[in-house]
């Protein structure tokens, strides 16, 4: 059973910095596996944020120049270093996986974790 399991969020000042971690557990994301971060604020659908596929790197227009994606392919982990941080970056962070699938669509996501509440004080 693959598990994703985010954890690093909390509540930060505007300006501020987070990093947020996500470990895989139950299957190995290789190279060629995408692993993404995705966030949703009340009221609102499930937004990209990033993605990492064999080294190749996509964020989404609201974060490019904040937030950093990277993996630790030995520890089975991805981060999302967030800084500069605005409120409207509240939201509930998520973390996802697919083997397939190289995409910008939660539906294009197999694997998910439960989320993490990241919360920004202006």
């Known amino acids: 059973q693959v598990q994703l399991v985010e954890s690093g969020g909390g509540l930060v000042q505007a300006g501020g910095s987070l990093r947020l971690s996500c470990a895989a557990s139950g299957r190995t994301f290789r190279r060629y596996d995408t692993m993404g971060w995705f966030r949703q604020a009340p009221g609102k659908e499930r937004e990209f944020v990033a993605n990492?596929?064999?080294?190749?790197?996509d964020y989404g227009d609201s974060v490019k120049g904040r937030f950093t994606i990277s993996k630790d392919s030995a520890k089975n982990t991805i981060y999302l270093q967030m800084n500069y941080l605005k409120p409207e970056d509240t939201a509930v962070y998520y973390c996802?996986?697919?083997?397939?699938?190289?995409?910008?669509?939660?539906?294009?996501?197999?694997?998910w974790g439960q989320g993490t509440q990241v919360t920004v004080s202006s």
């Open positions: 996802a996986g697919d083997p397939l699938r190289v995409g910008k669509l939660p539906g294009e996501y197999d694997y």
């Open positions: 990492w596929y064999d080294g190749n790197i």
